[in-house]
């Protein structure tokens, strides 16, 4: 595959749908042909099951009927959008891919993580995150953005203890995989964190050419 693929994880409010407009902005300009995705969703079926993640259901869902809904939504996206892109050499952008479910699948809602990295595995195919940014906020912080922003989607009703569990899962998964995710302080000004952003990403191997 010609492309990069790079995800934007972290918890609600913490700032990866900005990050990721302002970092389209400055590789556009560049030249590159960027694609901008997000999970579940990116495209009109993922969309439709998103709806389902995020509306308030009458009734609980089961974490792991949660798992597959997911996962049947990331399969959809991978074929569809994600795939072809990378085969045209495009840079993916995507907000939260895998990494979300192995933490709010996996340490949220307590469900084995062989489980759940079993269907990453399979829903994600051959696609793998060439780099992850991990953007790390103290989850009060973060819901409290998101509020403002006027989101208040089925997870964000969640007690803010489990949004912390979601943010201690996104540490450890960084420890683990030092050479792929970097955890960005999205405590600080956007202007800040975008110029780290653009150096830590103009000194990946797949930017040497572009
Ligand atoms: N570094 C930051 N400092 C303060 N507010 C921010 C920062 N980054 C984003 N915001 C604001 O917080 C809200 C959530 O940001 P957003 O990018 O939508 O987060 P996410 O996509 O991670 O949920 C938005 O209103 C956004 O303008
Ligand atoms: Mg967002």
């Known amino acids: 595959m010609k492309g990069a693929f790079i995800t934007f994880e972290g918890c609600e409010g913490s700032g990866k749908s900005t990050q990721i407009r302002l970092m389209a902005d400055f590789l556009r300009a560049r030249g590159a042909e960027v694609t901008i995705t997000r999970e579940p969703g990116g495209t009109p079926l993922a969309e439709r099951i998103r709806g389902l993640l995020m509306e308030t259901c009458e009734e609980t869902i089961a974490p792991l009927t949660e798992l597959f809904l997911y996962e049947a939504a990331r399969a959809q996206h991978v074929q569809q959008i994600v795939l072809p ?49 991990v953007f790390d906020l103290p989850a009060a912080e973060g819901l409290r953005r998101a509020w403002e922003r006027g989101s208040d989607d089925r997870m964000m009703q969640e007690a803010v203890t489990f949004h912390e569990a979601v943010r201690e899962g996104f540490l450890a998964l960084a420890q683990e995989e030092g050479d792929r995710i970097t955890i960005v302080d999205a405590s600080r000004p956007i202007e800040i964190i975008q110029e780290e952003l653009r150096r830590h990403i103009c000194g990946l191997p797949f930017m040497e050419n572009r």
Request: aromatic residues 8%.
């Open 85 to 133: 892109a990378l085969q045209r050499g495009a840079i993916v952008l995507c907000d939260r891919f895998y990494d979300s479910t192995t933490v709010y699948q996996g340490v949220g809602r307590k469900l084995d993580p062989a489980t759940v990295g079993l269907l990453n595995r399979l829903a994600a195919g051959a696609v793998r995150p060439m780099h992850t940014y």
